[in-house]
């Protein structure tokens, strides 16, 4: 009974430290598997041997094997943003970007940026911040910096006129400045700028409307007076015309009148061409004035003259 007694204790101690044995190597084995999602790349911190080193390209998820102690922090590589607003008191990620164009004029700049960070130097990132802090430190006050040295080379109109050019040359600028800043280590990759609104003051819009107006004004003034000289030659012009048409016609008339009166003196030699020129012209005068229709005459021919008798109008 007593061998017994002692063997017991003895199996039992032996299955104790097997247990202990298996929870340390499963616990060991947990700790050893990382997993890093789809966007991601895990840095791993071995606080023995002092490496640093990924896993994962952002692309794929995986699993991966580390030292059961070393520590990892995944960093986000995909497309990551700031929006730069302000409007009605509230604003985005950040308020709108304060700047002062060519001309002293105080703007403030609409303005959202959109990057992702290159997974193969992202270590080198992570010894440069290792708090993960990047964005607070340097994209922004990179974009903040780029944004009033561009604007500082426009005047307040040439913001509006040229907003396009602008949004260009700013993504160039700023795609620039990311590779040349070395606590970047090339890692910020820009994908978009999207200059959104340049906003001016009330009172230079104002102004500009104003001017606007008045231009416009001006224009309409100078299209009128214009249309009225115009309308004013044409008038002249179809005054002249009637009168030029009128003499000729009457030239025509007169002429027509004198060869009929030198062929009828010619045919009766003994009309003298001087009386029977004025009795035309009487004539003629008499049917003016009854084409009139105001007066009614009634010509009484007799052998010592013609009576021309004017009768009264009629009521």
């Not at 001016?200 to 214009?226: C, M, V, W």
């Not at 049917?287 to 109008?313: C, D, M, R, V, Y």
């Amino acid at each position: 009974m007593r061998r017994e007694f002692e063997r017991r204790p003895r199996i039992e101690g032996a299955g104790v430290v097997a247990i202990v044995a298996i929870i340390i190597v499963a616990g060991a084995l947990i700790f050893s598997v990382g997993q890093v999602s789809v966007g991601y790349v895990a840095v791993i911190i071995d606080p023995l041997s002092g490496s640093v080193s990924i896993q994962g390209d952002g692309q794929n998820a995986k699993y991966f094997l580390k030292p059961p102690y070393a520590n990892v922090v995944r960093v986000y590589t995909a497309t990551d943003s700031v929006h730069m607003w302000s409007e009605a008191g509230m604003q985005g990620d950040f308020p709108a970007v304060p700047s002062l164009t060519k001309d002293g004029l105080k703007v403030d700049v609409d303005i959202t940026v959109r990057w992702r960070l290159s997974p193969s130097e992202v270590v080198s990132l992570f010894r440069q911040f290792p708090g993960l802090d990047w964005k607070e430190r340097a994209i922004i006050p990179i974009i903040r910096e780029a944004i009033r040295d561009l604007i500082a080379q426009y005047t307040a109109i040439e913001t509006i006129e040229q907003r396009e050019k602008i949004s260009v040359k700013m993504e160039g600028i700023l795609s620039e400045a990311f590779n040349k800043e070395s606590t970047l280590s090339n890692a910020v990759i820009l994908e978009a700028v999207d200059l959104r609104q340049i906003s001016l003051p009330d009172g230079f819009i104002r102004a500009i409307e104003s001017k606007l107006a008045s231009e416009q004004l001006s224009i309409a003034a100078e299209f009128n007076k214009t249309r009225i000289l115009v309308i004013a030659n044409a008038t002249a012009m179809s005054q002249i015309i009637q009168a030029n048409g009128a003499a000729i016609s009457k030239l025509i008339l007169a002429n027509a009148t004198r060869d009929a009166l030198n062929i009828i003196a010619g045919n009766q030699p003994d009309l003298n061409i001087g009386q029977l020129t004025n009795l035309y012209l009487y004539l003629e005068t008499l049917k003016a004035i009854s084409e009139t229709g105001k007066s009614t005459f009634i010509i009484i021919p007799s052998e010592t003259g013609n009576f021309i008798i004017q009768l009264p109008p009629s009521s």
